[in-house]
């Protein structure tokens, strides 16, 4: 079964309507051998925050060294978002397979008129996919209510309910006493139930966690839970720090942690303190893991800030707490005018969520891509009756955050909410991909194809045209239909995803130069959001030349491939352990990597081989400090390879040049460094650092996976202030990779293009190099063969410990490519 199919078949169960009751799904993991039997589980409900609270939760027990897995929903560009393992979204594969084993079961049910929905069965998915990646705990949030939500199938270690508010009348109940009875039953049998309600509401929690013989942890926060001397924790917001971060601090009976989280808002320090208090119920005692953990938790859509001038925030607030909320969290930052772009589902009511948001100055209604939103006309009508602005209807999501963007002065805010599907939909203006494709005959060809999901009757047209241009992107459903017209009647051949709605369709493009710039044409006039599209596909198909004194010649890969020596200052390194750990060596080394015309010295205090040790911060920095005090009056730049923000902050104060971080900015603490001291920044891939060879990840396709990866990790970068220019992004050969995996990165090394930013190569002397007959730690030859060949393929830097031979094969890369134009000097420049 092909992933498309899979997925079709879930997105058809859309169509039936949602039964409260846990019966069903607990006859299909029956069915399926009941796999949630032996997992511990944390389920999270809640009428607001059970997202960011349950992914806190899973950020928390990720940092203290277990193997999570996370249930949340919606998703944003794919199902399988949905769930997730150690943060990464289940395989294609996997869900073909799921629904491979489900089906027939699910069919015969449907027969008989008790078929299960859409919701039932991805939960079922997500606990068959928890089972089979062993996980150690799995996070859950729960759909709707509680007792009767398809995720209580499931008996809980620990549970919480965030908070109580009038949602979903017609199924939970009239009352907010009605709706905690049932978001209640969530409660462990004798197991720990966490809130931050309040009143009435917790009185009925109590009551019911009584019954059940649970423990109630109350928590005290800006936005709920009982008075602080009543509560068992107690969460007090301290206010942004940034467009991106705030701080918050927690107090419990004998702890106490403060932190900052990636998130804004009052509200947010009460998720903090629920996410806290669930976290310390299944283990996690340590204050040091539990603020990294929380400020780890990133979560997109939950007052995101995009962009600075003007300020663009996407938040999916989609009822009038949540408005209400949304607007004293938007108090905190400054701005003038507020121009609205607003689409919500028809559910919703639409009338008390436009009077709790702040008072606008134009309004953008629109409608996402989904049968349940509601119409913009009717949206536009419900705010020319609310507000004093100016409203206009905007059919595309796409097309009214542009038009806002466009009307907003640099000083304004231009804020997005109403549904987290329009934020889905919004957040693709960062996102969006277009990868090159190099393909070198149909074969090639065929497996582009089916990597996107297109059906095999579309797929000759675009394998005869892949002889010219070939890209690939991912648009939205009413995209691809509008893509498909044109290209047709450009002369580009255009397959789709055979995914039929429900999530971002991938698409291929191929045809002639010629071609392509007739189809971005017709883009550019047309509306959906298809005038970002075309620049995106002219940028890809034919990237613009870079005008006179455009090049940074600050840094030698502007215009070359540079050469980075390796200098490890560690006893235990893989290839070089202890050579050069003595600082006279350290030095002695860095002149001879000079002398043999490397540009970059990466100097290293820690191992990352399998099996290294950690090494303290203080020895870490004791370690490299002198030698770069040392080095810094060679002639090259100093990179420092560190995973720490404090390691990182004294090479800096030593005098590197660059940071080189193998966890891709994963610290925050290093992201806010980077751009304070607006130095380059090596983002890399990697799935474990140390490398841990028992985790052997399973990847669609390793280089659309690693590139969807780093695309994420550079919009954190570019968020907290790092400029685009400033990142280089390393695919992290040898880091969770098998090295076929890491052969086909070097043969596709291309199309990381697609991501903007240069490209360092990693690979001296790896494992990947046993795939060709040499021996993992000492494979000169495959090194030096392997860094030709990256500089052919567009490597903007590679990484070695044999200078003199790797400075060679780039020249000889350089040479090859511009006979007439090439003459050594340094590691490939012109003379």
Request: hydrophobic share 45%; with cysteine.
């Amino acid at each position: 079964m092909r992933y498309y199919e899979a997925a079709n078949f879930l997105f058809d169960l859309r169509r039936f309507k949602v039964k409260p009751g846990t019966e069903s799904v607990r006859d299909l993991l029956a069915h399926l051998g009941d796999p949630h039997e032996g997992t511990d589980f944390v389920q999270v409900a809640g009428s607001n925050g059970k997202g960011s609270v349950a992914r806190m939760v899973e950020s928390v027990l990720r940092e203290d060294g277990r193997r999570v897995g996370l249930y949340t929903s919606p998703h944003f560009e794919d199902v399988r978002e949905r769930v997730r393992v150690d943060g990464r979204s289940i395989p294609k594969a996997e869900v073909a397979a799921f629904v491979e084993a489900a089906k027939p079961w699910l069919v015969e049910r449907a027969a008989d008129g008790e078929p299960l929905t859409f919701f039932e069965t991805v939960t079922a998915l997500a606990l068959w996919r928890f089972d089979r990646a062993d996980v150690d705990v799995a996070v859950l949030e729960v759909g709707m209510g509680g007792e009767f939500d398809a995720t209580s199938v499931v008996d809980p270690v620990a549970a919480a309910v965030t908070n109580v508010s009038l949602e979903h009348t017609a199924v939970l109940g009239d009352t907010v006493e009605e709706i905690a009875r049932t978001k209640a039953k969530v409660a462990p049998a004798g197991g720990p139930l966490v809130t931050a309600t309040d009143g009435d509401a917790l009185a009925t929690v109590r009551e019911v966690a009584g019954d059940r013989g649970a423990d109630v942890i109350t928590v005290s926060g800006p936005t709920g839970g009982p008075d602080p001397g009543d509560a068992d924790l107690t969460a007090t917001y301290e206010g942004a720090v940034s467009p991106q971060e705030s701080r918050v601090a927690l107090v419990g009976g004998g702890w106490a942690v403060e932190t900052r989280i990636p998130l804004l808002g009052a509200y947010q320090a009460t998720n903090v303190g629920v996410a806290a208090g669930l976290a310390r119920a299944v283990g996690v005692d340590d204050g040091a893991t539990l603020a990294r953990g929380l400020r780890g938790a990133h979560w997109p859509g939950r007052f995101e800030v995009m962009e600075s001038a003007p300020l663009v925030v996407l938040d999916g607030a989609h009822n009038p707490a949540a408005c209400e909320t949304l607007g004293e969290t938007l108090s905190e930052l400054d701005y003038d005018d507020l121009h609205l772009v607003f689409g919500a589902m028809h559910d919703k009511d639409h009338g008390e969520m436009a009077a709790a948001l702040p008072p606008p100055a134009t309004v953008r209604t629109c409608a996402p891509a989904l049968d349940r939103a509601e119409d913009p006309a009717v949206l536009t009508r419900v705010f020319q009756r609310e507000t004093d602005a100016d409203v206009t209807a905007v059919d595309s999501v796409d097309d009214a955050l542009a038009a806002a963007r466009e009307s907003a002065d640099a000083g304004d805010c231009v804020l997005l909410t109403g549904s987290l599907f329009c934020v889905a939909e919004a957040r693709t203006r960062w996102t969006r991909r277009v990868v090159r494709k190099d393909l070198t005959d149909g074969a090639d060809a065929r497996g582009t194809l089916a990597e996107a999901n297109v059906p095999a009757a579309e797929a000759d047209p675009v394998v005869r045209e892949s002889v010219h241009e070939t890209v690939k992107t991912r648009v939205s459903e009413t995209q691809a239909v509008t893509l498909r017209r044109e290209a047709a009647r450009a002369g580009v051949a255009c397959g789709v995803s055979g995914v039929d709605g429900g999530e971002l369709s991938a698409v291929v493009l191929s045809g002639s130069r010629a071609a392509f710039a007739e189809l971005t044409d017709a883009l550019a006039d047309l509306g959906d959001g298809l005038s970002g599209v075309a620049d995106d596909l002219c940028e890809a198909v034919e990237p613009a030349a870079a005008a006179p004194g455009d090049d940074d010649d600050r840094y030698p890969w502007a215009d070359r491939t540079a050469v980075m020596g390796i200098l490890n200052v560690t006893p235990d390194s893989f290839h070089d352990g202890g050579d050069f750990f003595d600082e006279g060596d350290a030095l002695a080394r860095a002149e001879a990597l000079v002398d043999a015309g490397v540009d970059i010295i990466d100097v290293g205090g820690e191992s990352t081989r399998p099996g290294a040790e950690p090494v303290p911060v203080e020895e870490e920095i004791a370690r490299i400090e002198p030698v770069i005090e040392a080095i810094v009056g060679v002639d090259a730049l100093v990179s420092v390879d560190t995973r720490k923000a404090a390691v990182a902050s004294a090479a800096l104060d030593a005098g590197a040049d660059i940071l080189n971080d193998v966890t891709g900015l994963e610290d925050p603490e290093m992201r806010a460094l980077a751009a304070e001291r607006d130095v380059p920044v090596i983002v890399m891939h990697s799935i474990d650092a140390p490398v841990d060879p028992e985790n052997d990840p399973d990847y669609d396709g390793v280089v659309e996976d690693v590139i969807a990866a780093l695309s994420e990790r550079l919009l954190l970068a570019e968020k907290a202030g790092i400029p685009r220019e400033n990142v280089v992004v390393d695919p992290g050969i040898g880091f969770g990779k098998s090295p076929r995996e890491n052969f086909e990165i070097l043969g596709r090394l291309g199309e990381f293009d697609a991501l903007g930013c240069p490209i360092l190569f990693g690979h001296s002397h790896k494992r990947m190099f046993e795939l060709t007959g040499e021996t993992a730690g000492d494979a000169p030859h495959g090194t030096v063969a392997a860094t030709a060949l990256a500089a052919a393929n567009g490597a903007d830097i590679v990484r070695v410990h044999d200078a003199a031979e790797n400075v060679a094969a780039v020249r000889v890369a350089r040479a090859a490519a511009d006979p007439g134009g090439f003459d050594a000097g340094g590691s490939g420049e012109d003379a």
